[in-house]
């Protein structure tokens, strides 16, 4: 079965995890590198192997420097749902682009990939076998081939249910692996200064890649935390820089998060991390500041913005105040003393961070953020909007039972004009995220019932 335009085909071997985060991931990275999606290429769900058009080569092989959700990449030379159809579609793939990958000089090897179910070395053979009506006139180089060809095939995606025959058969030729060597290299359980919400390395690089951040942006964090997010757009080469609201956590100083140590190092802290991964010269700074009171001027400064806001599930939702906002029942204190610290509805925080995102992006710059959702009441009309930026991606990863976060990029698409003309934004679909603990409460609910019912359970 021949493909039509196979000419300019690439399989994509895409690793099985954070599944919704995958299709955004790949559409941002083809943006970045001049390639695009049709609409017939998303329709993938959860299989590993997608077909993509790219115009280039190079294109392709940008995309793997960059992707942390593919495993490999191949020029597509044939594609059956049985072994007859694979080899009457290589038999139709124009012999000419073939001839520069197996004349007599080259060397090559041929791989056997499955997924979901095991062969045996005999079975391999068998199938490289098949294939000696391609004209391999090269010598097979076992160690360190000049062309690696692979033939991929497709069980399924249930291992209780492996059939006998694949579904589908690939062959190609492999052109580059991905990043996924990065999560490992880049793992917070080895690196230097940690907290209690350091992102996870793999989805660091997840949103640095849905914000195509490339070399020479600019990259700010308003919740920075640890710097993890700084860290992932830092090794992709752009200057970052970022505050809290946490004097301790930008200074790296008071109780320390990992295990048996008690206090923090004097070397604990954001640019530690980075001179750890010799990404020290891409650090700008990081200030004590609130992200409900930016201190930045009127401007534009930010290619893209990446964070990820605080929950109230495990660091506070704090903003400073003043005497005047101190709630009623609080003693006040002397004039010199600093601003307190007061609660900050999840409501105002996203308002005030899609306002900050509008104001100080380039147009075309991406926000992309965290927001933590009520699964049984959340709807899509619930995600936060402004008139300035448009919903790229909505991605969702469970945190419990009853409880999830959403991966949300939005790109400016307009000029930000005035500050009080977006002040009606806070509507209705802001009303699930007002109160200062709302998420939390709904988050714990959740383990109250539980425990609720097992006691239950064990006194019947």
């Known amino acids: 079965m021949a493909l039509p335009g196979s000419l300019n085909r690439y399989l994509l071997l895409m690793a099985q995890e954070h599944l919704e985060f995958r299709l955004p991931e790949i559409k941002s990275l083809l943006s970045l590198f001049g390639g695009q999606f049709t609409n017939s290429q998303e329709t993938y769900g959860k299989s590993p192997f997608w077909?993509?058009?790219?115009?280039?080569?190079?294109?392709?092989?940008?995309?793997m420097k960059r992707t942390v959700c593919a495993k490999s990449i191949f020029e597509l030379w044939g594609h059956g749902k049985s072994p007859e159809e694979l080899y009457t579609s290589l038999k139709n793939y124009p012999v000419e682009k073939m001839v520069p990958f197996l004349h007599s000089e080259s060397t090559y090897k041929i791989k056997i990939h499955t997924f979901n179910k095991t062969l045996t070395q005999e079975e391999k053979v068998k199938r490289i076998d098949a294939l000696e009506f391609l004209p391999f006139e090269g010598k097979v180089n076992l160690k360190k081939p000049q062309h690696v060809f692979s033939v991929l095939e497709d069980y399924g995606l249930d291992p209780n249910c492996i059939p006998e025959r694949p579904h589908n058969i690939y062959f190609g030729r492999w052109i580059a692996d991905g990043q996924r060597e990065l999560i490992e290299?880049?793992?917070?359980?080895?690196?230097?200064?940690?907290?209690?919400?350091?992102?996870?390395?793999?989805?660091?690089?997840?949103?640095?890649?849905?914000?195509?951040?490339?070399?020479?942006?600019?990259?700010?964090?308003?919740?920075?935390g640890t710097g993890g997010l700084l860290i992932a757009s830092a090794h992709f080469g752009a200057y970052v820089w970022g505050t809290d609201i946490d004097y301790n956590t930008v200074h790296g100083l008071g109780k320390a998060s990992r295990k048996n140590q008690k206090w923090r190092g004097p070397d604990e802290n954001i640019r530690a991390n980075l001179r750890q991964y010799g990404l020290e010269k891409f650090y700008l700074d990081v200030l004590v500041s609130d992200?409900?009171?930016?201190?930045?001027?009127?401007?534009?400064?930010?290619?893209?913005?990446?964070?990820?806001?605080?929950?109230?599930?495990?660091?506070?939702?704090?903003r400073s105040g003043s005497q005047k906002q101190m709630p009623k029942g609080i003693e006040k204190c002397p004039e010199s003393h600093v601003p307190v610290s007061l609660s900050y509805h999840l409501s105002d925080m996203f308002f005030?961070?899609?306002?900050?995102?509008?104001?100080?992006?380039?147009?075309?710059?991406?926000?992309?953020?965290?927001?933590?959702?009520?699964?049984?009441?959340?709807?899509?009309?619930?995600?936060?909007?402004?008139?300035?930026?448009?919903?790229?991606s909505n991605c969702e990863q469970k945190l419990s039972s009853h409880t999830a976060r959403r991966l949300i990029t939005m790109e400016k698409v307009k000029e930000f004009e005035n500050r009080d003309q977006y002040s009606n934004l806070l509507s209705d679909h802001f009303l699930p995220y007002q109160g200062h603990n709302s998420f939390r409460e709904k988050y714990f609910s959740g383990v109250t019932k539980r425990i609720a019912k097992e006691e239950k359970s064990s006194q019947e």
Do not use: Q
């Open 51 to 63: 077909i993509l058009s790219i115009p280039t080569e190079d294109i392709a092989r940008n995309l």
């Open 185 to 224: 290299s880049y793992s917070v359980k080895k690196r230097h200064f940690i907290g209690n919400t350091s992102m996870d390395a793999g989805l660091s690089f997840i949103m640095a890649n849905h914000a195509k951040v490339k070399e020479n942006d600019v990259v700010f964090d308003p919740f920075v």
């Open 291 to 318: 992200a409900s009171k930016p201190s930045w001027r009127k401007g534009t400064y930010f290619d893209a913005i990446i964070t990820d806001p605080p929950y109230g599930i495990r660091e506070s939702t704090r």
């Open 352 to 392: 005030d961070l899609l306002n900050f995102a509008a104001e100080t992006l380039v147009l075309g710059g991406r926000l992309v953020y965290w927001l933590p959702v009520y699964t049984p009441e959340y709807t899509e009309e619930m995600v936060p909007w402004h008139p300035c930026l448009k919903l790229i």
